[in-house]
């Protein structure tokens, strides 16, 4: 008769040993859409990130079905800023899985298999403002200046109207009374009611002028506040548009999709005329200094260069860091890990899980803890 436990043994080793091995590159580095590597003071080393976070929810799942081997691209040899390369590394099947923030090109669709999208990013621009303070404000003063045209044109109307109604306003005549009333009226037209009201005096006909002077200054005023506010809400200083993109000069990584993109839709629209300068950089031993060299570039250039093309998460930090610098967001775009063709199994039980995180508002929760993004957010 055979031992219980040793035929419970051996089918515990049997089950481990047809787990599938699954090879993971983890891009390391200090951006929005990495993994960072950090080194804890008692030596030991641990991991954050939002594609990192994200998939060790995903891993706690499915880790009785595979085993996982992890390799970082600060280690490899592996480590650059050319995405459409990790993609060649997974097509050649060196990895099983890449953990980073992939756009959806049709070049990579024939090397790799993505995974349902985990977030929206967006292609953005990184660079100084256009013009300076005094500029700006003219941006939001010149829309009002006919706004402000029609109060002082009104208070001119109503001063003479109310110049005639009310002679015993002032016991001054002439000149004098007649401006005394006209700038009282245009003051009023901007919410100045005192002269107005105290030098009236006490006729039926000039007290009701009076208080339709102030009902409409009141009404005018209010909706010249409306109007500041709704430009300031909606002003965005110096940004650079779609429509203006093609004339400007950018800077960007060989390889890297945000830059492809902006380049293909330069080159069917018929302005693409040499826009993009592309680098190559090899650098993640210390993490994303790649991406710190590039703005370097940019801002040592700046005279040479109108930006620098990124994805926005990936420029949140860098934003934080160099605060002089803003981001103009051209369009949003699906990101997702990308999979081994070979790997059917594992990209169904990868993307199931997903749908998972994202129906119980957990990969929400995760996007939104990275990129401080509120619940309504379109990047989470």
């Known amino acids: 008769m055979k031992n219980k436990f040793f035929d419970n043994n051996i089918i515990n080793n049997i089950d481990e040993n047809e787990k599938k091995t699954i090879k993971i590159l983890v891009i390391i580095g200090n951006t929005g859409t990495t993994t960072q590597k950090i080194k804890n003071t008692d030596g030991s080393i641990s991991y954050k990130g939002f594609p990192w976070e994200l998939w060790k929810k995903i891993e706690e799942k499915i880790k009785n079905k595979y085993n996982f081997i992890y390799f970082n691209s600060d280690e490899t040899g592996d480590g650059s800023t050319d995405y459409d390369m990790f993609c060649e590394l997974v097509n050649q099947g060196k990895y099983d899985i890449c953990l980073g923030t992939f756009y ?14 985990i977030n929206i990013d967006f292609l953005s621009i990184i ?6 303070l005094l ?23 109503f001063g003479l109207i109310l110049s005639i109604i009310d002679k015993k306003r002032n016991n001054k005549k002439g000149k004098i009374y007649l ?13 100045e009611m005192g002269f107005l009201t105290e030098n009236s005096s006490i006729t039926f006909r000039a007290m009701i002028f009076v208080l339709f002077i102030m009902i409409i200054g009141f009404i005018l005023i209010t909706f010249v506040e409306a109007e500041i506010l709704k430009n300031l809400l909606s002003y965005e200083a110096d940004k650079i548009s779609i429509d203006t993109v093609g004339n400007k000069k950018f800077i960007s990584f060989n390889g890297y999709a945000p830059a492809n993109k902006l380049k293909k839709h330069l080159e069917i629209s018929g302005r693409y005329n040499n826009n993009l300068k592309l680098f190559n950089f090899n650098k993640n031993k210390e993490g994303d200094n790649d991406t710190d060299e590039l703005l370097n570039i940019y801002m040592k250039n700046n005279d040479k260069y109108d930006g620098v ?3 926005y998460c990936r420029s949140i930090p860098l934003l934080k860091k ?6 103009s967001n051209l369009g949003n775009e699906l ?7 070979k790997n059917s199994d594992f990209l169904k039980d990868v993307n199931n899980n997903i749908m998972i995180l994202k129906n119980n508002l957990e ?12 619940s309504t957010s379109s990047v989470c």
């Not at 959806?104 to 995974?115: A, F, G, P, S, V």
């Not at 700006?136 to 002082?152: D, Q």
């Not at 990101?335 to 063709?341: A, D, E, G, L």
């Not at 990969?363 to 509120?374: A, D, V």
């Open 179 to 191: 401006f005394r009333v006209i700038f009282t009226t245009i003051s009023s037209m901007f919410g």
């Open 309 to 311: 093309v990124l994805s």
């Open 335 to 341: 990101v997702s890990y990308v999979i081994n063709f």
């Open 322 to 327: 160099y605060p002089r610098l803003i981001a």
């Open 363 to 374: 990969l929400q929760r995760i996007c939104n803890s990275y990129y401080n993004q509120k």
């Open 104 to 117: 959806q090109t049709d070049k990579r669709e024939k090397l790799i298999n993505y995974t349902t999208p």
């Open 135 to 157: 500029g700006n404000i003219k941006k939001i003063v010149f829309p009002i200046s006919k706004l402000v045209g029609i109060l002082i044109i009104l208070g001119i109307f």
């Open 127 to 132: 660079h100084f403002p256009e013009t300076t």
